[in-house]
């Protein structure tokens, strides 16, 4: 970040909605990102996709525009609005020139506030979520990534599902259910917004004010949590797709919140597993050493609710089981033996230089500012986050090892032409 633009800003208006704001006048542009907490979690149970459908029907119409006028006026200035859900929020991001900035908040006002959601719009949004659906099961890679939340997490859980929902309960989804939604969800109080580029902040202050501060809060906020669960039994399913040349296998279980406060020595301890292809061990020695995989890596996946720890892999056929052994080995390695000094240092240096490009950009500035709002980091964690990494010990990363990587409860997710022996 620009060490000569003043510090960010963060401001709460009377009716919750969180502003976030940091000037950077490098050049004429202007980053407006966003997150509501509406995601699929609130999804009632039989209408799995609801928030997704009520996100996408954002731009598709609102009291005072058609959807072509919104692409309209925000294409012929250069800029976009994009709407998506995901388990826990919604996101926005806007790009635009500061010039244009009055216009494309007045589009951003419109469509968060007084969406019309469109009966014909719906019915082609659904027609696309059938078209989507059909197309990932037909993904040897998406069917094993779904098996295994499936495996993972019980039935009702929110990680459970995708956040398209099923073709079934897309099916039954009415504009009716969309309305209340909208109603119940989008709400300036479960509202964060982050504004970074070339602004003056106290400008920008009085602009949401002016579009936005009017919009009352109904009711008892909706409370954002997803419920723990607990380590399950290990399962191996597998969905044979014999037409398929690859199978894919996804393993795992359970990971962590990512307001656990070992979150960040984790990150550095699978960066040296799986998280990054030029130190991970799984990519130079399952696929580089063993030849046993096209694709291999790791990831934990923490957010409100303890999000998965999962190892995937594209292999032949033929090297399905011996790829699981080998995945499995190096888990187990890295929970008994951890990290080299080389490792450690590498690592530290690779997410520390990472993060520092992060920075450079608008929209990346701005995702951090979000995430440090959503999970109460704090407006200076830009500036500690070298710090919290430099501060970690190799033993500290060995003992999150020990502590939350166990192989032994890992379920087994196998899609492609395979069949269980």
């Not at 399913?237 to 296998?249: C, E, F, H, L, R």
């Not at 080998?326 to 080299?340: P, Q």
Request: negative net charge; glycine residues 8%; aromatic residues 8%.
């Amino acid at each position: 970040m620009n060490n000569h633009q003043p510090p960010p800003t963060r401001h709460v208006f009377d009716n919750g909605l969180t502003l976030l704001v940091q000037e950077n006048h490098f050049n004429q542009t202007v980053a407006i990102s966003g997150r509501l907490k509406a995601g699929s979690m609130y999804d009632r149970q039989g209408f799995y996709g609801l928030s997704d459908v009520v996100a996408n029907m954002l731009t598709k119409g609102t009291e005072n525009r058609t959807w072509e006028q919104i692409a309209e006026e925000t294409e012929s200035v250069g800029a976009n609005i994009g709407v998506a859900a995901s388990t826990e929020t919604v996101s926005i991001e806007g790009r635009l020139l500061s010039k244009d900035f009055d216009r494309v908040l007045d589009v951003l006002k419109d469509i968060l506030r007084a969406p019309n959601f469109p009966q014909e719009e719906i019915e082609k949004h659904r027609r696309q979520v059938y078209s989507w659906l059909k197309a990932w099961e037909d993904e040897t890679d998406d069917v094993a990534d779904r098996l295994l939340r499936e495996a993972v997490y019980p039935d009702g859980h929110p990680y459970h599902w995708r956040v398209q929902g099923t073709e079934e309960s897309v099916k039954g989804i009415q504009r009716e259910a969309l309305v209340d939604f909208h109603a119940s969800y989008y709400r300036p109080d479960s509202l964060l917004l982050a504004i970074v580029g070339d602004v003056k902040t106290q400008a920008i202050i009085e602009k949401i004010d002016a579009a936005i501060g009017d919009w009352s809060v109904n009711g008892e906020k909706p409370p954002f949590m997803i419920p723990a669960v607990e380590y399950g039994e290990k399962q191996i399913v597998v969905q044979p797709m014999m037409d398929k040349s690859q199978a894919n296998i996804e393993l795992g279980h359970k990971g962590i919140t990512r307001t656990n406060p070992d979150f960040y020595t984790i990150n550095l301890m699978n960066a040296v597993l799986g998280g990054s292809a030029g130190i991970a061990r799984l990519f130079g020695r399952v696929r580089d050493v063993q030849g046993l995989a096209y694709s291999v890596w790791s990831s934990f996946t923490p957010s409100i609710g303890e999000g998965l720890f999962h190892a995937s892999a594209g292999v032949n056929p033929a090297n399905v089981d011996k790829a699981i052994e080998s995945i499995l080995h190096e888990i187990e390695l890295m929970k008994s033996d951890g990290i080299t000094e080389e490792e450690f240092s590498d690592v530290q240096n690779l997410i520390v230089g990472n993060f520092a490009l992060t920075l450079e950009t608008n929209r990346g500035l701005a995702a951090v500012l979000l995430t440090a709002e959503l999970y109460g980091l704090g407006l200076g964690y830009p500036e500690r986050h070298e710090s919290i990494y430099r501060n970690i010990t190799r033993a500290q990363v060995n003992a999150v090892a020990q502590k939350y990587l166990h192989p032994d409860l890992c379920s087994i997710a196998i899609a492609g032409p395979y069949h269980e022996k």
